[in-house]
């Protein structure tokens, strides 16, 4: 197998809507406070921009999404810091075989300006991808009134994550629940690879599969 085709893509989206005025919520974006009067509504911190950032490397290593592996019916995440659960998700990827490269993001709020932010936020997720910062790009733009982020209703972000999965040997080294994974991804790279990790998800996402949007 030629090292082009270790590399995994992965696109995440995620939004969230402002919580009332008197819910006193904090606005965490990338594990950053931003100083607003209004937080995103949420079962976790609400944090849009790490979510969408899980689960571009949760798509990427076909493991489904957040929703899946931390739902909003466990107590143990109300209130959860986001960094935290994508550094879980970059574990659960690793025990997988794959490790990220490289993360681009952008976020869409018309306000507030998120400009001054924007190195503590890259510095954030870059910690808890365990990448150096320059390999986390991040852009905040506004939609010009336009939809529901243009109306101030909430905030949307999107990423695409580019994973590299390690040689074969090492993950059946970890013998875990990667393995099974890993030995679907490692079926003769012709196409059939790609459909049966397709079936994969799907098989999984089928307890789960009424969440649809992100629960965190
Ligand atoms: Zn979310």
């Known amino acids: 197998m030629s090292d082009f085709e270790r590399l995994h893509i992965g696109l995440g989206y995620d939004v969230h809507a402002f919580a009332p005025l008197d819910a006193a919520r904090s606005l965490v974006l990338g594990g950053v406070q931003v100083s607003y009067e209004r937080g995103l509504d949420g079962h976790s911190d ?44 970059t574990a659960l990827i690793a025990r997988a075989g794959f490790r990220v490269l490289d993360v681009d993001c952008v976020v869409a709020a018309q306000e507030p300006k998120l400009a001054s932010y924007r190195e503590d936020m890259r510095a954030n997720l870059a910690s808890s991808l365990n990448v150096p910062v320059q390999r986390v790009g ?34 059946s080294g970890n013998g875990n629940d990667g393995a099974s994974g890993a030995s679907d991804v490692s079926a003769p790279g012709d196409g059939a690879s790609d459909v049966s990790g397709a079936s994969d998800v799907s098989a999984t996402g089928d307890a789960s599969a009424s969440t649809g949007a992100c629960v965190c």
């Open 46 to 89: 609400a944090d849009v921009l790490a979510h969408a950032v899980a689960d571009a490397l949760l798509g990427a290593a076909r493991l489904g999404d957040i929703g899946e592996h931390f739902p909003d019916s466990d107590p143990a995440y109300a209130g959860a810091s986001s960094l935290g659960l994508l550094s879980e998700v």
């Open 138 to 171: 991040l852009k905040a733009t506004t939609t010009e009134h336009l939809g529901f982020e243009g109306r101030g209703e909430g905030i949307s972000a999107q990423a695409v994550a580019l994973l590299v999965r390690d040689d074969m040997s090492d993950v």
